[in-house]
């Protein structure tokens, strides 16, 4: 009878055990379609074009209130089309964590927003809006894509920017942020640059 070869465990170990981390990297996360980053941004570049419009600008703040529930809507039909809505009330799962990671911040900017407005000081409602949406990103990260991390940090540095910048670059940030760079990002996650380890 022949002598069995010797088998090298450390070899299939570590095979497995990246095969295990693969799946649960998998089934932790909340597969983020870019087609709802493009929707959302083609509403923000909308919102934009009409805040511009001389005969508009005096009414920004109701085009960008009308606009994000439209936002949302678009974007959250598609994210529910490529994840299980029984996976949004399950607890512990993904989609659920994916909700928890954004609704604080948005909460935060839903407060803030009738905090200024009340103050009198819409000029520095951009900036919050971008920054807290920024952070909202960066929470949510954590069960999505590492590129909806990049994302967040864009939107937090033009919120920083939008809060010290004159009133005359506030709605372009808006535009650049809500619009670029939701579609910019969409495009990336559509054509698989997800920032994973491969």
Same mark, same amino acid.
């Given at each position: 009878m022949p002598p069995a070869k010797p088998v090298n465990l450390d070899v299939h170990a570590i095979a497995t055990l990246r095969y295990?981390?693969?799946s649960m990297d998998a089934a932790g996360s909340v597969a983020v379609p870019g087609s709802a980053g493009i929707v959302m941004g083609s509403v923000g570049v909308v919102a934009t074009g009409l805040s511009l419009v001389p005969q508009l600008q005096a009414y920004?703040?109701? !085009?960008w209130l009308a606009a994000a529930p439209v936002a949302v809507l678009g974007g959250g039909l598609l994210l529910a089309r490529s994840a299980s809505l029984r996976s949004f009330v399950i607890p512990g799962t993904p989609a659920r964590k994916l909700a928890l990671g954004l609704l604080p911040c948005l909460f935060a900017g839903a407060v803030m927003?009738?905090?200024?407005?009340?103050a009198g000081h819409l000029t520095a409602?951009?900036?919050t809006w971008l920054l807290l949406y920024g952070s909202a990103l960066v929470s949510a990260s954590v069960s999505t894509l590492?590129?909806?991390a990049s994302m967040g940090l864009f939107f937090v540095a033009l919120? !920083?920017?939008?809060l010290v910048a004159p009133g005359s670059l506030h709605i372009p940030l808006l535009g650049l942020g809500f619009g670029g760079l939701h579609i910019l990002f969409g495009f990336l996650i559509a054509r698989g640059v997800h920032g994973r380890e491969s």
């Open positions: 295990i981390r693969a920004w703040l109701w !085009i927003s009738v905090v200024l407005w009340s409602l951009p900036g590492p590129i909806v919120g !920083i920017a939008a």
